[in-house]
């Protein structure tokens, strides 16, 4: 055993092979699969977006996963001190991109994650029992124009998030995750079914699944690369921080596979609920914006029975997914607190949680109060969620990929295999594509989206 593939024995490391997946899985399916996925796509051209979606998941998506449960692994450090260890010098700076990705990523979805929670709330008064899609987008623009009372529900998720993270890893989220989400999948399933079998739904199928290349712009591939990174939790640590509790005896590629595979499943399902139901309403993609889903989904709850029962326990899950992802973004910052500085656990919470919740302020507001306000001719929310997600999670994986590819190098192969095992045989093919094809590839659609 080399010095870095040395357990450190302090660690707390995963129950169970299927509590690494379903936490991992967690961070990775939240609001980016179901809330942004649906709009992305529907705004970047329906099939086309899916095509380069599927592209980037299977070039970038996978290899990094990879190399991220790998380092973390490696170092058994959360990204900072990883970085550090594995390559020296400069490379912590990587990490600290990373975490400052990680907050401003994090600012912003406890504001969506808010409005899942108003949704329960919605569902359960009977405000959205409705197939009027004038009325439902009245109902969304009501919420998120007010001023309160959506920050509200934002600070009340921060604290949700807070109070996981502080209870520790294996426990809260390893043990709410096993039982949530194949629930969440269960219910996506059925509604995917009820929105497929509306009337009018088939013009939407046919717009998400059939491509037409002739709407690929820069500015399509800019956005399926930066919602692959988004919605795999990619290029700010995440993985890094799960892959430190990794143990050698864990089949690593199997696993990061298994959570790829999960992930954009997930995604498939919520764009084949939520695209066919727009048309189904009447709706022109790419109207909706950041509202999409929850002006679309409960006119499909409308048309079931029961259908306040599934809305709230759509909007539940949705929230509990959510949850998950949040915990994951805050951990990588609270764990970088706690081994960088002298703060405690909870001392470290507590101030990230708090700064955060801040900066969550003007992201809400620009939505209501604040929406005329443009930078960039971007609101604000809009412009964090385009910095961090299109700009410095693929600038994180790309730089990722020439560390591990580069400075790590043939070490890293050694890495990817397990204590019974030899390694892979497509190990070389994967560490080709981290070499070359990551850094080649991101670098064009960064330059691209940047002169575009
Ligand atoms: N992947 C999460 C989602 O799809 C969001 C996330 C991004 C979580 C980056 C952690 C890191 O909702």
Not at 184 to 208: S, W
Not at 310 to 335: I, Q, R
Request: aromatic share 10%; glycine share 12%; net charge neutral.
């Amino acid at each position: 055993m080399s010095e870095y593939t040395a357990r450190r024995r302090d660690r707390e490391s995963w129950g169970s092979r299927a509590g690494f997946i379903m936490a991992a899985a967690g961070s990775a399916v939240g609001l980016g699969n179901i809330w942004k996925f649906p709009y992305m796509a529907g705004g970047n051209g329906g099939g086309a977006f899916l095509l380069l979606y599927l592209a980037c998941v299977v070039i970038f998506g996978l290899s990094l996963v990879i190399a991220e449960l790998v380092i973390g692994r490696m170092a058994q450090r959360t990204p900072v001190a990883a970085f550090r260890q594995i390559a020296g010098r400069a490379w912590p700076l990587v990490g600290a991109l990373a975490i400052t990705t990680a907050f401003v990523i994090l600012s912003f979805y406890i504001v969506v994650a808010g409005w899942t929670i108003a949704y329960m709330v919605f569902e359960v008064g009977g405000q959205v029992a409705s197939t009027d899609g004038d009325h439902l987008e009245a109902v969304f623009n009501g919420l998120v124009g007010n001023t309160w009372q959506p920050i509200g529900y934002a600070a009340l998720f921060m604290i949700a998030t807070a109070a996981v993270v502080l209870g520790g890893i294996g426990h809260g989220i390893e043990r709410a995750s096993k039982i949530l989400m194949p629930a969440l999948f269960l219910l996506l399933i059925a509604l995917a079914i009820r929105a497929l079998t509306l009337p009018g739904a088939a013009e939407g199928i046919e717009f998400f699944l059939v491509p037409d290349l002739s709407r690929v712009t820069g500015a399509t591939v800019t956005a399926a690369i930066g919602q692959a990174f988004f919605s795999l939790s990619l290029g700010m640590g995440a993985m890094i921080t799960y892959g430190s509790y990794m143990s050698r005896d864990q089949n690593l590629p199997a696993d990061a596979l298994a959570v790829v595979g999960l992930d954009t499943l997930i995604a498939l399902l919520a764009g084949l609920m939520v695209i066919p139901a727009m048309f189904a309403a009447g709706m022109t993609p790419g109207d909706g914006g950041a509202g999409t889903t929850f002006m679309v989904l409960p006119a499909v709850f409308a048309a079931m029975p029961a259908g306040p029962v599934f809305g709230f326990g759509f909007f539940l899950l949705l929230a509990v997914a959510a949850l998950t992802s949040s915990v994951s973004l805050l951990e990588a910052v609270v764990c970088y607190l706690v081994d960088e500085t002298r703060l405690t656990r909870r001392r470290a919470t507590g101030a990230a949680a708090i700064v955060c919740f801040v900066l969550a302020i003007p992201s809400s507001l620009s939505f209501g109060l604040w929406s005329e306000a443009q930078l960039f001719g971007k609101s604000f929310f809009n412009l964090l969620d385009y910095l961090a997600t299109s700009i410095a999670l693929p600038l994180g994986g790309l730089l990722t990929a020439l560390c591990l590819g580069w400075v790590v190098g043939p070490r890293a192969i050694e890495a990817l295999r397990d204590d019974d095992c030899p390694a892979p045989r497509w190990a070389r093919l994967w560490l080709f594509v981290l070499r070359y094809v990551v850094p080649i590839g991101i670098g064009w659609i960064l330059i691209q989206g940047i002169i575009g």
